[in-house]
């Protein structure tokens, strides 16, 4: 079965810094897509960045990019310039790439401080 | 501004109640899931639909929760009769055609409290 660990509960960042939020995974499978997700207070679940397992370039979406380690099936996410609305729960996800089954994996989280 | 919608957005019960929670999927996707967000397990799937079928309901338990799919754009999830333990949050996703059908969108979630 397919685990997905995060190891930060908590995390803290000055604003205008850079964060690294830390994310490994363990699969048997080669076709895979990762996520994270961000969860502030309101609880909505927003997708901050996808990456697809068969592409080696790291997904970046503004100021969210990814450092995806295929080999040592690691997913960070660096979050560049932190403003004060990135402080959230960031969860890293994953989903199997094969028709069985979508859903995705959770990690436990990590909680995101972002200091003025 | 294509979204998942979810109905109620807080529900306050006392057990033994049957509660009803809604989802209105993105329209044009074709898969559906709900997931349960507690303190103590995390984000747990617990039904998922593809074309209105359901394809895994393993997460859950069915002496209690249903869930169904009437039509493509109506998602239902069902608790029959609700438990203190069923506190959590409930939301729904959905995925498929359009976009990137590997992605899932979350609605806001259904928080649910029962006394």
């Known amino acids: 079965a397919q685990t997905v660990t995060q190891s930060q509960p908590e995390m803290s960042v000055q604003e205008a810094e850079t964060v690294t939020l830390s994310c490994t995974y363990d699969?048997?499978?080669?076709?895979?897509?990762l996520f994270w997700y961000k969860q502030p207070p309101s609880r909505q679940m927003i997708l901050v960045i996808r990456q697809e397992a068969y592409k080696q370039q790291n997904a970046t979406e503004n100021r969210f990019s990814v450092n995806f380690q295929k080999a040592a099936k690691s997913f960070s996410l660096k979050i560049s310039d932190s403003q004060l609305g990135d402080a959230a729960m960031y969860f890293c996800?994953?989903?199997?790439?094969?028709?069985?089954?979508?859903?995705?994996?959770f990690g436990t989280g990590t909680l995101l401080a972002v200091q003025p | 501004d294509a979204r998942v919608t979810q109905t109620p957005r807080h529900k306050v019960t006392e057990m033994g109640q049957e509660v009803t929670m809604r989802c209105q999927p993105i329209?044009?996707?074709?898969?559906v899931f709900w997931y349960r967000q507690t303190m103590m397990q995390g984000l747990e799937l617990l039904a998922y639909?593809?074309?209105?079928?359901?394809?895994?309901d393993s997460g859950m338990p069915k002496d209690r929760f249903s869930a169904e799919m009437p039509d493509a754009t109506l998602a239902t999830l069902k608790i029959q009769p609700s438990e203190p333990r069923d506190s959590a949050v409930y939301f729904c996703?959905?995925?498929?055609?359009?976009?990137?059908?590997?992605?899932?969108?979350f609605g806001p979630g259904t928080r649910l409290t029962v006394l």
């Open positions: 639909f593809r074309n209105r079928a359901p394809l895994d």
């Open positions: 699969t048997s499978e080669s076709d895979y897509y």
């Open positions: 996703a959905s995925g498929g055609r359009g976009g990137h059908t590997d992605t899932q969108y």
């Open positions: 996800a994953y989903r199997s790439g094969g028709g069985a089954t979508n859903k995705l994996i």
């Open positions: 329209l044009g996707h074709n898969t």
